[in-house]
């Protein structure tokens, strides 16, 4: 065989705390269109920005065309010839397609021969622009032309192409993959980013796996099903933890009712007839790749966005038209993902950051007075009940560990003694102790009666401590599976998307839900 | 090749002592400009920053210049705090002059305890009305509130002017574009006798404690501040970003109303064509010398009052320019500027790409 295009060996990338690539090999070959799977966190965008240049390796050789190169920056990439589409695109709304590509050359400044050489290259690879429009008036489709054209007219050898679809309708996927298969027949080699698995199936000859920041097989989606690349993608290393044997299937206190909402996001997913109901005592879990509408449904749900007043009952009271504070009366509480600016304020103190979400249910505020004195001892009584490391109440948040932040936010809320509970990845990026702390407090709210709805992208936890879990893609909700009856495969198949392919398992019965209550 | 990186801590105690960095080295600049311009650097500072205050008079004069600059900054704080910028102050500013100096205009010739109130009360309406066009315009439709309130306050000027040379001008006026003086009850008494220190002064001092208490003990200053630092921490906390948005405004423009109120019930006693000095864009400058903070809005507005006293001063005394005055607190905001940008980074030396690692 020729010398493979591109080759790295060993490769390995450490950030304080985590291993974001563990001896990751990976080689690339001409004219391949070579896919990279895995979940969010696995490490994919950790190794392409080595590839480009963005980040340097801390160990490992990257070989381009037989020989060891440095890539030092994105400049030095492209000169090698290594192109790359981002999932987010950097364009000047304001300015015609035209001006956007001349920024993004290095010199080039000959406005007649470009818009010339714009015009060939994007009809040459059915790609079809006209300069002189303004990106304003384009679609997110058309947009993404525009960042393929300028790789391409740097001849590149090696596109990299990270999420290309995610944005795009099903006719411009067509199209976008008739565009990569004759530029892999003209030689270009092509490294496809994704979780959506009939795509790769579809479109690669070739495959790479990660999964925790190692590289966990090298295979040929010809051969593989989407089922076992699935659960490679997802591992196999879990048991269902145990739960407390019988929970209480009471009525349900948290309901969702065909829940539609717009995305206000370019890149955000809008929310489709979704569904569900969460029980007293129960741990409902919703699992889904990033960016499939998990932000808009936490907003929606937590009255940071209004919808129809049916649409969201807490406790057999309307909810959906009212905001956070009411919806808080009514005893939701929540926990976003984000700790910093959004669960917490970094620069202000704890009893502060008590103060922001408490301020009604535990009086730390009355006729509009603060009441410094209860927001401090209310800040000192969650640092000591949740274990949090800290100087005390009067420390800043940003003066926090991650783990002791999302242990003072979690402790904030179930302090307020909410009957449903929100959390959103009350777990991310939080090391282990602190991880099972917040787990048990979930459990132990749960027991209480407590309806607790858990979204997230980590299926492990899910799995740890749901009761039932639903997935969610492109805004839509599955039906709900009862974990302990699910299968990884099940799950993985729902979370690329894969309800209705022939090789995707049927739904798990969910008559045994109704049998539990 | 020189670039600035974030500090990693940055110290609270430097926060405050920028202002203070900033009056020295514009002093320090001044007195270099002074110099090259051929004047003796130390009879020139004298001139500007001492001799105006070394008589009971000239401190009167201080407070009368500075009531108006602390008024407005203090409303404009609550709004910067909040991330609202209102720029347009010296257009609230000319309306609550014009709305109260009508008032006190109708009750010509009368008497009355209820005269000065009502004009007040009118003076602060004027200004929030104005205010209000950006507070609508940004709420509902998220326009730029900094492009309409400052071009408001260029139609807010010009309908001083059409008012003044048209039906407000004086009918014993000789034809000079001015109002009526008030009588008597519609004026500010003075505090001081023998100076031109007003009541205003003081009711500018009890404002300036109520916005402290209002911000620093009440939930209304808490959303303030979370709604300027966390956006979203502030819709996580169910805080209303439209109802701050007017808030801020109406609260920043009323004050600025009520203090174009006081320069026309006060030191100047009439309407006329030009009210203010720019008090509402000097506001600006005070503000943020205060740190966004109403007792330190007092401090910065005492120190921008003697820029103005001082270039009156060394016009008069050493015979410098009147373009002075609009140096000084150019120099005042950027080396304010300048400091804050150096707390918050440090200066490197060397080519990113070899010192920048990795």
Known sequence: MATPRLTLTGIRKAYPGVLANDDVDLTVHEGEIHALLGENGAGKSTLVKIIYGVLAPDAGEIRWNGRPVTIASPNAARQLGIGMVFQHFSLFEALSV????????????????????????????????????????????????????RCLLQNPELLIMDEPTSVLTPQEVDRLFLTLR????????????????????????????????????????????????????????????????????????????????????????????????????????????????????????????????EAIIIDGNRAGRLGPRDRRALGLAYIPEERN??????????????????????????????????????????????????????????????????????????????????????????????????????????????????????????????????????????RPLVTAEATLEEIGLLMGGLHDLPDAVPAVETESVAAHG | MVRLEPRAEISPAMRWLTPVFAVILTVAAGAILFAAMGYDPVRSLRAFFIAPVSSAYGLAELGVKATPLILIAVGLAVGFRAGVWNIGAEGQLTLGALAGGYVGLL??????????????????????????????????????????????????????????????????????????????AAQLPNILAGTRLHLGAVITGVIVLVVWLLMSRTLFGFQVTVIGQAPAAARFAGFSRSRMIWTSLLMGGGLAGLAGLFEVAGPIGQIVPVISPGYGFTAIIVAFLGRLHPLGCVLAGLLVALSYLGGENAQITVGMPQAVTGVFQGMLLFFLLASDVLVRYRLRLGNPAVAGGR
Request: aromatic share 6%.
């Open chain 1, 98 to 149: 035209l001006e956007n590509v001349a920024l993004g050359m290095d010199g080039e400044k000959n406005w007649k021969a470009l818009a010339r050489r714009i015009t060939e290259v994007s009809h040459a690879y059915g790609l079809p622009l006209d300069p002189e429009r303004e990106v304003h008036e384009l679609s997110v489709g058309e947009r993404q032309r525009i960042e393929i054209v």
């Open chain 1, 182 to 309: 004759q530029l892999a027949a003209e030689g270009v080699s092509i490294l496809y980013i994704s979780h959506k698995l009939h795509e790769i199936k579809a479109l690669c000859d070739a495959a790479t796996i990660m999964r925790g920041g190692k590289v966990v097989a090298h295979c040929d989606p010809a051969v593989e099903t989407a089922r076992s690349m699935a659960t490679l993608m997802v591992g196999s290393n879990f048991a269902p933890a145990e739960k407390p044997a019988k929970r209480l299937k009471r009525a349900p206190r948290f309901q969702v009712n065909g829940l539609d909402l717009k995305t206000t996001d370019a890149f955000g997913t809008s929310l489709q007839d979704v569904t569900f109901e969460v029980r007293a005592g129960e741990v409902f879990g919703i699992a889904g790749v990033a960016g499939n509408g998990q932000s808009e449904l936490l907003a929606a749900l937590s009255g940071e966005r209004r919808v129809e007043a």
């Open chain 1, 341 to 478: 600016g959004h669960a917490a304020i970094p620069d202000l103190t704890l009893s502060e950051n008590g103060l922001l979400s408490a301020f009604d249910r535990r009086a730390l505020a009355t006729n509009g007075i603060i009441r410094y004195a209860r927001a401090t001892s209310f800040a000192a009584e969650v640092i000591e009940r949740f274990s949090v490391k800290a100087t005390g109440a009067e420390a800043r948040a940003s003066s926090l560990s991650g783990g002791n932040l999302q242990k003072f936010v979690v402790g904030r809320e179930i302090l307020q003694a909410p009957n449903v509970l929100i959390a959103a990845q009350p777990t991310w990026g939080v090391d282990a102790g602190a991880a099972a702390a917040i787990h048990q407090a979930l459990l132990d709210l749960a027991a209480h009666g407590v309806a607790v709805l858990v979204v997230s992208q980590d299926l492990d936890e899910l799995l740890a401590l749901t009761d039932r879990l639903a997935v969610i893609n492109g805004g839509r909700l599955s």
């Open chain 2, 107 to 184: 009750f010509w010739g009368q008497e009355g305890w209820y005269i000065l109130p009502s004009m007040m009360v009118a003076g602060i309406l004027g200004g929030m009305a104005w205010a209000a066009i950006p507070a609508f315009l940004k709420a509902k439709f998220d326009v730029n509130e900094i492009l309409v309130s400052l071009m408001l306050t260029y139609v807010g000027l010009l309908l001083l002017s059409a008012l003044i040379y048209g039906p407000l001008k004086s009918p014993e006026g000789f034809g000079f574009p001015e109002s009526r003086m008030f009588s008597p």
